[in-house]
């Protein structure tokens, strides 16, 4: 897999409670994407060879675990279907002070259910517990076992745009340094900001603890990693992941995507940068939040335990701007490097999803970059914002999840790019299982 590209790119265990696994063609699914064809063009041997020689292990997607303001994979790919909106004025931040009043947002979410260690809960903010229960739900769905010692090998890799570090904690600790010491002068922070603050505040903001988190509370002792590469960076982490399964440093691993923007420090950034600007048909992005995380395992090793197979992932990329160019062009790149790295042809892509965090009025340029990427089809690409709210790092996971779980027909190659704010651009190249295979 292309793990890091600039410019240009280079290329059976129990249930959960309250989980129920999705339908993989649920009624009406697909309604929400158009009436996809499937798709030609094959994933290759067995084995696929390496850029610079040797064999690349097969990365089967086995799992998904999914929470969105629509609820659960299957709850929200029934209301796609039936063209429903999960935006509402939200709970969690006062709007007054911003132009936009709706968000998506995961109402009614307990994390109890899903810490073996409820004590951890204190610990924790948002994304790490969003991330923590879709990574439960995504090791029930693959059927993976849990008990001790179970899961003592899994990986965890997961996307994050980063934390809202508390700020109402934060902005009472820094109140008394007027003259802004604390920005240049460590000792000064360390000393007389922090001793402002609780003492396990830097153990909830640090954005590498969703994917600890994940590990302590499932036992997952495998490689354990964060990304964060803004919006890209749960895309960035799926493709992390399956070059982990292609070199053999994992053989199984939870990879996706945990984010929030329903903070007031994103939203204030938001309405700076101009996201919230309408675009000539009155619509804008509109923040919300969630997590997708997919189980990735080597695909001979999911067979072997008579896995099911949802998919496979087949390549990936990433890109940034050159200087001042448009961010265009990195997500072209980003998505030529991923076919490449996938060996597929662009004429292969049956399903394509796009999610950008940008203004609303760059829309269809970026769709027309993505098209062009891509031959000029598919005729439909999947944004979910309008109807889910932009989920930042959790956004491209779950189009993929989605995509994987029947938005897309079975066989069907897929192609799910991510843009940042900064114009970071990571594709995903993925093939829907056909239903023969593996467990049914």
Known sequence: MARDASAPARAGGPRLAGHTPPPRDAPGAQAALGALPAAGGGAGPARRRRKGGGLKRRAAVTGVGLLTPAGDAAATLAALGRGER?????????????????????????????????????????RTRLGVAACAMAVADAGLPRGEGALEELGVVLGTSGSDLLVEDLSRALAPDEDRLAAGDVPFFAERVLSGLNPLWLLVVLPNLASAHVGIQLGARGPNSTVMTDAAAGLSAVGEGASWIGTGEADALLSGGADTSLQPVAWTDFEAAGLFAEDAAGARLLPGEGAAVLVLEERERALSRGARLLGEVLGFATSSPAGEEAPEGALRRAVRGA???????????????????????????????????????????????????????????????????????????????????AGQAAALVLRREEPAAGRS
């Open 86 to 126: 999960a935006l509402a004025p939200p709970t969690l931040l006062d709007t007054a002070p911003f132009s936009v009043h709706e968000a998506g947002e995961v109402r009614g979410f307990d994390a109890r259910p899903y810490f073996e260690q409820p004590k951890a809960l204190k610990l924790t903010d948002r």
């Open 339 to 421: 076919l490449q790295d996938a060996g597929v042809a662009a004429s292969s892509v049956g399903a394509a999803a796009l999610d950008a965090l940008r203004p609303a009025g760059e829309r269809p340029a970026l769709d027309s970059a993505l098209r062009e990427a891509l031959g000029g089809g598919p005729p439909t690409v999947l944004d979910l914002a309008p109807s889910l709210g932009h989920s930042l790092a959790a956004s491209g996971p779950t189009a993929a999840a989605l995509l994987l779980s029947g938005l897309a027909p079975p066989g069907a190659v897929i192609l799910v790019a991510s843009l940042g704010l």
